[in-house]
T-cell receptor, first 111, second 114 residues
Framework: GESVGLHLPTLSVQEGDNSIINCAYS??????FIWYKQESGKGPQFIID?????DKRQGQRVTVLLNKTVKHLSLQIAATQPGDSAVYFC??????????FGTGTRLLVSP | SQTIHQWPATLVQPVGSPLSLECTVE??????LYWYRQAAGRGLQLLFY??????ISSEVPQNLSASRPQDRQFILSSKKLLLSDSGFYLC?????????????FGAGSRLTVL
């Protein structure tokens, strides 16, 4: 996709703050969304997912919000820790379709 | 439980040399398999995906090819590497069943072409 050539946007936060990472998706027919975390030199790891029949889902310290009206997805990380520093990707999917990844956001957490 | 293995983890190759990266999945059958490339500080670029043995779909015309000789084996190859082939290569799998599924990634193979 076009986003693969772009430098990643960066979000810098202080340890203990809440982080909000945003993602705009493109396909109004997408019915499944995933957030991945990628630490330096490693493959992306699944964080949390949400289906289109929901607008909010919570995990441990993470919350995903889905606004289908404006095709927007966000990942909220509570009490951000240095170990949360990574690149975060959103992805959208439909049944039998390939996963489409967003540009990615680099999260930097300062102690 | 399912696991995905990629190797080698790191590779330094001269321009014009061949390439073979291997990916295997354990603990599942009939997975969909993917190869992605990621340049430094960039997003994920889908290169190839496969829904079954011998079935390969290419997303981007390039110097690379993929093969799936066995159900849980996916290989990325090149006959002659270019400098631009340098990057972080990620293999991934998902259940090959109806419904949208989570894509699970391997640890990646870092290729440097000199």
């Amino acid at each position: 996709g076009e986003s693969v050539g772009l430098h990643l946007p960066t979000l810098s936060v202080q340890e203990g703050d809440n982080s909000i990472i945003n993602c705009a998706y493109s396909n109004s027919a997408s019915d499944y969304f995933i957030w991945y975390k990628q630490e330096s030199g490693k493959g992306p790891q699944f964080i949390i997912d949400i289906r289109s029949n929901m607008d909010k889902r919570q995990g441990q310290r993470v919350t995903v919000l889905l606004n289908k009206t404006v095709k927007h997805l966000s990942l909220q990380i509570a009490a951000t820790q240095p170990g949360d520093s990574a690149v975060y990707f959103c992805a959208e999917n439909r049944s039998f379709q390939k996963l489409v990844f967003g540009t990615g956001t680099r999260l930097l957490v300062s102690p | 439980s399912q696991t995905i293995h990629q190797w080698p983890a790191t590779l330094v190759q001269p321009v014009g040399s061949p390439l073979s990266l291997e990916c295997t999945v354990e603990g599942t059958s009939n997975p969909n398999l993917y190869w992605y490339r990621q340049a430094a500080g960039r997003g994920l670029q889908l290169l190839f995906y496969s829904v079954g043995i011998g079935q390969i779909s290419s997303e981007v015309p390039q110097n690379l090819s993929a093969s799936r000789p066995q159900d849980r084996q996916f290989i990325l190859s090149s006959k002659k590497l270019l400098l631009s082939d340098s990057g972080f290569y990620l293999c991934a799998w998902e259940k090959g069943t109806a419904g949208a599924n989570v894509l699970t990634f391997g640890a990646g193979s870092r290729l440097t072409v000199l």
